[in-house]
């Protein structure tokens, strides 16, 4: 079945970094740019990045901008988030996303998330 | 920058009507997007390009549109709907994309 896992979260001192990685299985993954968005504890959704089908063009949410790096690995069907620079309000849940590929920017399958926790 | 804006909580009883609002300047020239999020659990997809629903969402959700607020309407609540729900859509230039700051159904 369509699936994507998310890996790679754990706690980080403030300023150090951290990779997450998502794994993306049941479909077929170079045909689908994909997101990562994340949910501080109690709050609501924001959106951090996108990166196209074929890794030709990258996005970022101003709050991560020069700071966070996307990639993508189509040979593994994996997308990465490189987080650099984390500060206190970088911690949250981070969500890997598949773009619905409808113009719009619409996310139609979502993994579990995996928790990033930057501490001082 | 732009927003989009959502009541923070609506409160139903089952079996009536709740109608979840989003505004936003864009939203007449972009579509929108409705999640619906448990607690402990990632977003679902229930509405996508304003009023389609994806395969395996029951027709009780909808959306629409008025200007520049879209609205998701779930018809005959039930207990199993009680969850956080977020708008989302995208800028006009450029693939920048925006949340709601979510709205809290209780039933």
């Known amino acids: 079945q369509v699936q994507l896992v998310e890996s790679g979260g754990g706690v980080v001192q403030t300023g150090r970094s951290l990779r997450l990685s998502c794994a993306a299985s049941?479909?077929?993954?170079?045909?689908?740019?994909m997101h990562w968005v994340r949910q501080a504890p109690g709050k609501g959704l924001e959106w951090v990045t996108i990166?196209?089908?074929?890794?030709?063009?990258?996005f970022y949410g101003d709050s991560v901008k020069g700071r966070f790096t996307i990639s993508r690995d189509s040979s593994k069907s994996m997308v990465y988030l490189q987080m650099n620079s984390l500060r206190a309000e970088d911690t949250a849940v981070y969500y890997c996303a598949r773009d619905r590929h409808d113009g719009y920017f619409g996310m139609d399958v979502w993994g579990q998330g995996t928790t990033v926790i930057v501490a001082s | 920058s732009y927003e989009l804006t959502q009541p923070p909580s609506v409160s139903v009883s089952p079996g009536q009507t709740a109608r979840i609002t989003c505004s936003g300047d864009t939203l007449p020239k972009q579509h929108a997007y409705w999640y619906q999020q448990k607690p402990g659990q990632a977003p679902v997809l229930v509405i996508f390009k304003g009023n389609e629903r994806p395969s395996g969402i029951p027709d009780r959700f909808s959306g629409s549109i008025s200007g520049t607020t879209v609205t998701l309407t779930i018809s005959g609540v039930q207990a199993e709907d009680e969850a956080d729900y977020y708008c989302?859509?995208?800028?006009?230039?450029?693939?920048?994309?925006?949340f709601g700051g979510g709205t809290k159904l209780t039933v």
């Open positions: 990166i196209w089908w074929d890794g030709s063009y990258k």
């Open positions: 049941g479909f077929s993954f170079n045909n689908f740019a």
């Open positions: 989302q859509s995208s800028g006009t230039s450029g693939p920048y994309v925006l």
